[in-house]
């Protein structure tokens, strides 16, 4: 099994900035994909951001310009940085990997608990 430790989430004022970490540990193989997801009351889960192994990103219109995804391969960790925060970022933000434990084994989906960020305005 793999596991996703999210740290980082809080309160904060709008205008203000957070920093999200999420770190993969357990049996390894590669992981190929690691992002964050998030989900606010009332609303669907919806991609917040998220980058390949190889550099490739993608984000929420939403967030562009304003939210930073970026990833340490050695460590298995993906971070979020956001900045310019608004009350509407409120949500519980997940953690997401796509990673493969062994070298024969298909990519495998796991998710963080999640971490609660709220934007004061």
């Known amino acids: 099994q793999v596991q996703l430790v999210e740290s980082g989430g809080g309160l904060v004022q709008a205008g203000g900035s957070l920093r999200l970490s999420c770190a993969a540990s357990g049996i390894i193989f590669s992981i190929n994909t690691m992002g964050w997801y998030r989900q606010a009351p009332g609303k669907q889960h919806e991609l917040v951001a998220r980058?390949?192994?190889?550099?490739?990103?993608n984000y929420a219109a939403s967030v562009k310009g304003r939210f930073t995804i970026s990833r340490d391969n050695a460590k298995n960790t993906v971070y979020l940085q956001m900045n310019s925060l608004k009350p509407e970022d409120t949500a519980v933000y997940y953690c997401?990997?796509?990673?493969?434990?062994?070298?024969?084994?298909?990519?495998?989906?796991?998710w963080g608990q999640g971490t609660q960020v709220t934007v004061s305005s």
């Open positions: 980058r390949t192994s190889e550099g490739d990103t």
């Open positions: 997401y990997a796509r990673a493969r434990q062994y070298w024969y084994r298909n990519d495998d989906d796991y």
